[in-house]
């Protein structure tokens, strides 16, 4: 695809984005937003294991996205859009940090210390309770309050904004560098990329836009509390997306999360009353899906469309 | 012939290297004049590869002073140092083994001195190596370890290098393809880039270099010209004689890794 029709493309697809929450049930708003919010943390996360830093923090980014945006706003009273940038700013500093603070650790290391910092987020989110309200939680003041609409508008938007840039950095000659990072980073360094700089500038990328999935969610709810801001299902649900999408891909997220959101709500609809049997049958499809599908969707079509191919040759 | 007759390129004075406590390299002097083919010949784990990742800036040198091109580069950091002429192809290649050809090759060209070069480095190295310019959107891990070394150099070579580093370049190849990849060696001399070569393979490594150091258990323990080193005794002695006679743990711990590097290669 060249460059233009990929741009007109985004631009069509923004379009929608805008107009279509609008023209929709309230019902749709809500799967709409959940979709949006899990696609920006699974893109996000994507981003951060292309260039092999497998990230157990994104909770962190998420929390500190949400809780940024809310309190800004409930301090400043400006609309809630420019929360936004709260959220990027701080998501963008953890990111940064956490490449900062595990220096040159990797693998398991790396991921264990994400981990480890994004628990003490919420440690720290629950032991000042004069900012953050505890344990007790916060709201967010009711009138900055966007309509569901507007935020679906919004947050659509902002999934398109990440999967041009993943698209974008896909195309750029820094992928192959960072692609080439999930190998060996002395390597890398031997064809004269310094890793430290790759490594902190797409923590920092990654990091702005995983928060600003906490800054939506945080108007979503209207409503902050730590073990739902840092909750750890948010970073088991970015690796999953992608995961069940198609690891390392720009599609891979996207498909993941449509995916992943029609499997959570069938199971849902379908088991009804009986919850923890909807969890069960869902983490069942989960667990086929990565075992029978080693590249995701993504790989699965690659590998029917492939197959027509081979045989047109054979004739 | 004094190696000084021309300023050298790359010199070394005194350098110690090691891992952690213990010191690999022991008080090391060599130096590569402009336009030289030099080489660095010893047994196993004499610290060959240890030497070149001081030079390359992998490992800090413990002590010691490290000139390129008149400049003290003893603290520059690793991607600074291919930014100013130094590439290496590794020992046992280290190609990105999911990347293509073409993909590992524009990754070897990313220092900003190299980039717009590219075009120019690409012809050059397909030109060197017409098999990989045949294989291009191959991936590398599913190519020969022949042509895997091919690739090794020439990635290297489009980082646009001033002092191109080679870390046994014929490790785990069949004879034939040692004499292709030596010739190619040749060749890039004859373009005037001046190189420093590893090697275990005596003989290969002889018919390309001008002048050669023995190195042993850290220690430079002879230097002269290719046909010194040639006729000397000392080398069969220092470590042919090692490899073949005595030390029968050096021997298993090369064949291991053969065996390692050819399962890798049949791997991927
Ligand atoms: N990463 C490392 N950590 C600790 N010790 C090491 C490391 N790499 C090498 N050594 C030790 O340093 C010594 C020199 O190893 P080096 O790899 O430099 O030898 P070499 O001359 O390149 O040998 P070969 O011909 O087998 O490649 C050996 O005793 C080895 O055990
Ligand atoms: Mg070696």
């Known amino acids: 695809m060249s460059t233009t029709r990929v741009v007109i493309l985004l631009g069509v697809l923004l379009a929608v984005a805008v107009i279509v929450p609008h023209l929709l049930p309230p019902v749709m708003d809500d799967w709409a937003i959940r979709f949006a919010t899990l696609l920006l943390i699974a893109v996000s996360w994507n981003l951060m294991a292309n260039a092999g830093l497998i990230s157990l923090g994104h909770s962190g980014f998420w929390g500190l996205g949400a809780y940024s945006a809310g309190l800004f706003a409930n301090v400043t009273q400006l609309p809630f859009w420019v929360s936004i940038f709260p959220a990027m700013a701080l998501g963008a500093a953890f990111g940064f940090c956490l490449a900062f603070i595990t220096g040159r650790l990797r693998g398991l290391f790396f991921a264990i210390a994400t981990l480890a910092m994004a628990e ?76 430290a700089r790759f490594r902190i500038g797409i923590t920092v990328l990654s990091g702005a836009m995983a928060a600003t999935a906490g800054m939506v969610s945080a108007w979503y709810t209207g409503y902050l509390e730590p073990g739902a801001a840092f909750d750890l299902k948010i970073t088991i649900s970015a690796q999953i997306a992608p995961l069940f999408g198609g690891l390392y891909t720009v599609a891979g997220p996207v498909f993941g999360s449509m995916a992943l959101l029609v499997v959570s709500e069938v199971t849902r609809l379908h088991f009804g009353n009986t919850a923890g049997f909807g969890l069960l049958a869902y983490g069942i499809v989960l667990v086929c899906g990565v075992m029978f599908m080693p590249g995701g969707i993504v790989g699965l079509f690659r590998k029917l469309r492939r197959r027509p191919r081979a045989s047109m040759e054979a004739v | 012939m004094s190696p000084a007759a021309s300023p050298p390129v790359l010199e070394l004075q005194g350098g110690f ?30 610290g060959k590869t240890t030497l070149m990742r001081a030079i390359t800036g992998l490992l800090p040198l413990m002590q010691g002073r490290l000139v390129f091109r008149g400049e003290d580069i003893s603290k520059m950091p690793a991607h ?147 046909r010194e080193l040639m006729q000397s005794e000392m080398i069969q002695k220092a470590f042919i004689g090692a490899i073949y006679d005595g030390d029968k743990k050096r021997v298993t711990r090369r064949e291991r890794r053969l065996a390692a590097l050819a399962g890798k290669a049949d791997h991927a």
């Not at chain 2, 280290?94 to 075009?119: D, I």
């Open chain 2, 80 to 226: 600074d140092r291919v930014r100013a002429g130094i590439c290496l192809s590794p020992e046992g290649r280290q190609v990105f083994p999911e990347l293509t050809v073409m993909e590992n090759l524009v990754l070897g060209g990313f220092n900003k001195r190299a980039r717009e070069f590219r075009q120019r480095n690409l012809d050059r190295v397909f030109d060197l190596f017409p098999r990989l310019s045949e294989r291009k959107t191959q991936a590398a891990g599913l190519m020969s370890g022949g042509e895997q070394q091919m690739l090794a150099i020439a990635r290297a070579l489009m980082g646009e290098p001033k002092l191109l580093a080679l870390d046994e370049p014929s490790l785990g190849l069949a004879p034939k393809i040692v004499l292709t990849v030596f010739d190619a060696i040749k060749t890039i001399a004859q373009s005037g880039i001046t190189i420093l070569l590893v090697e275990q393979n005596t003989r290969a490594a002889l018919t390309v270099a001008e002048r050669g150091y023995v190195l042993s258990a850290g220690k430079i323990v002879h230097e002269g010209s290719a």
């Open chain 1, 120 to 195: 003490a987020l919420r440690v720290v989110a629950l032991m000042v309770p004069a900012l953050t309200g505890g344990a007790e939680g916060l709201f967010l003041t009711d009138h900055l309050r966007p309509s569901r609409e507007t935020l679906t508008s919004f947050t659509l938007a902002l999934t398109v904004a990440a999967v041009a840039i993943s698209y974008f950095l896909s195309r750029s000659r820094y992928h192959y560098a960072l692609r080439a990072m999930r190998d060996s980073e002395a390597a890398v360094q031997m064809l004269g990329v310094n890793p």
């Open chain 2, 17 to 46: 290297t090691g891992y952690g406590d213990s010191v690999v390299v022991n008080d090391v002097s060599i130096s590569v004049g402009q336009g030289e083919v030099v080489c660095l010949l010893g047994a196993n784990g004499a």
